[in-house]
């Protein structure tokens, strides 16, 4: 039970949200912005090694908990584990320290702040450390509580030029009636070797790389005013 909380308080962190009834929320609404380096971008037939930095913020009115957030890569930028150390260890194993687990494979760093249970008269804050590491075609992000002795473990699916991180049930609600509030994600994605690249860059469109964000929610405990909430990030190529 306490190991759950534990990872509860974290990944709930990560992208969940907290609510009341629904009908005394606005609609859940989300902004982004992305930063690519280099901004000068590579060509299909000479791609370039690259880096993402992507902030997310949650409007904290909605009240909400996310299921799920997924970030869709456009045509110009391809996003791959392949040719670049993978960890396979265990969520176990990371939690116990993932510099010593998997050091090879960590691709940058974050934070991420958020509120357990937001609707009560005394919200509790919660700020985290994030650790990206890359995985078999995942992206693994180890969360660390900053003060506190919070840990978890996100997976981070790739699928194409999709990243899909889901929120298990028990990390949405940490405790029954108990849901917490998404404030921020902030996270940098970069790991290179050889050839290999875990963004690259092929081309440049009208100027700007535009990701895709959308997170979808559920019940907590009513419906919210909708399922869920999408936004453009835009990074500044040439």
Do not use: W
Request: aromatic share 4%; proline share 8%; glycine share 8%.
């Amino acid at each position: 039970m306490r190991k759950s909380l534990i990872a509860a308080g974290a990944a709930s962190l990560a992208l969940g949200v907290a609510g009341m009834a629904y009908a005394q929320n606005p609609a859940p609404k989300i902004t982004a912005t992305a930063k690519l380096s280099p901004s000068k971008a590579g060509t299909k037939s000479k791609p370039k090694a690259s880096g993402v930095t992507l902030n997310v913020t949650n409007d904290p009115a909605s009240k909400t908990t996310a299921a799920k957030i997924a970030i869709s890569f456009p045509s110009t930028l391809k996003l791959s584990t392949k040719g670049l150390p993978q960890c396979t260890k265990s969520d176990e194993a990371i939690l116990a320290g993932p510099k010593t687990a998997c050091k090879g494979s960590i691709a940058g760093k974050g934070t991420a702040s958020a509120i357990l249970n937001p609707t009560s008269a005394t919200p509790a804050p919660l700020n985290f450390k994030v650790t990206p590491i890359v995985g078999k075609n995942q992206i693994l992000f180890y969360l660390e509580q900053s003060p506190g002795a919070v840990k978890a473990v996100l997976h981070g699916k790739i699928s194409g030029k999709k990243l899909t991180i889901s929120i298990p049930d028990f990390l949405q609600q940490p405790a029954p009636g108990t849901y917490s509030a998404l404030n921020g994600l902030q996270t940098s994605l970069k790991l290179n070797k050889g050839k290999a690249s875990l963004v690259t860059s092929t081309g440049c469109s009208s100027k700007k790389h535009k990701l895709g964000v959308t997170v979808s929610f559920v019940p907590n405990p009513n419906p919210p005013a909708s399922s869920s909430a999408s936004t453009t990030a835009e990074a500044s190529c040439s």
